[in-house]
């Protein structure tokens, strides 16, 4: 997706040799109309698949995950979160542990049973994709559901890391509408082309 390629090369930076900060337009401060444009580009690229519903992971996966709900037709979103609050939550709950890449822990996640019917075809929607431990966490989340996870969309790939590539070789259908291929001096390498699935 050119004008995310674009937001990238311009407004981001690289730290160390695998953190991809883009803070000015998706982690921090928001760029709706760019965020408008990448929910609208995943219901493009999963137009061919039945999406019920779309589960992303608290908090930066959740900009991306509402406007493609709202592309799909206002389907319903549902973030799985990473603290367990007892008074707004009780053990009805689905979890599973996730590996933290940035933060270096290892974490629930958790989503109330009665949020996530079984049958449900589920759009998983992150904002990056490094080693996949969120977007596998997410989808152990939907099987323990007894649900479909008719696909994973994620903005920016770490293409540099793991996780693509393992959860292609899974069976599960991977947007990703960047790829960042590396980090040299806190530049960052960009793959070409459109929307690689
Ligand atoms: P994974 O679980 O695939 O290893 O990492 C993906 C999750 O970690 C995403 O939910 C994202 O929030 C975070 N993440 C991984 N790498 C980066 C990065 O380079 N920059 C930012 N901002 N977040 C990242």
Same mark, same amino acid.
């Given at each position: ?117 079984? &049958?449900?075809? @589920?759009? %998983?929607?992150?904002? +990056?994709? /490094?080693? $996949? ?8 989340? *939907? ?7 008719? &696909?994973?969309? @994620?903005? %920016?790939?770490?293409? +540099?890391? /793991?996780? $693509? ?8 259908? *991977? ?23």
């Amino acid at each position: 997706m050119k004008e995310l390629r674009d937001a990238i090369l311009e407004q981001g930076f690289g730290i160390g040799h695998d953190i991809v900060k883009v803070d000015m337009f998706l982690n921090h401060r928001l760029d709706i109309a760019l965020l408008n444009h990448i929910g609208q580009a995943f219901h493009e690229a999963f137009a061919d698949e039945q999406v019920d519903m779309i589960l992303t992971i608290e908090a930066s996966g959740i900009a991306a995950a509402i406007t493609t709900a709202q592309a799909f037709g206002d389907l319903p979103v549902i973030f799985a979160k990473k603290s367990k609050t007892t008074s707004t939550m009780n053990n009805d709950v689905y979890e599973a542990k996730v590996y933290s890449f940035t933060h270096k822990t290892e974490n629930y996640i958790r989503i109330a049973k009665s949020y996530l019917p079984s &049958g449900v075809n @589920v759009l %998983i929607i992150d904002d +990056f994709l /490094a080693n $996949g431990e969120a977007a596998e966490g997410l989808a152990e989340l *939907v099987r323990q559901a007894g649900a479909h996870v008719a &696909g994973i969309g @994620v903005c %920016i790939e770490k293409g +540099f890391q /793991a996780g $693509g590539q393992k959860l292609r070789n899974e069976g599960y259908k *991977v947007v990703s509408l960047a790829t960042v291929t590396g980090i040299e001096n806190g530049k960052l390498m960009l793959a070409g082309g459109e929307a690689q699935a």
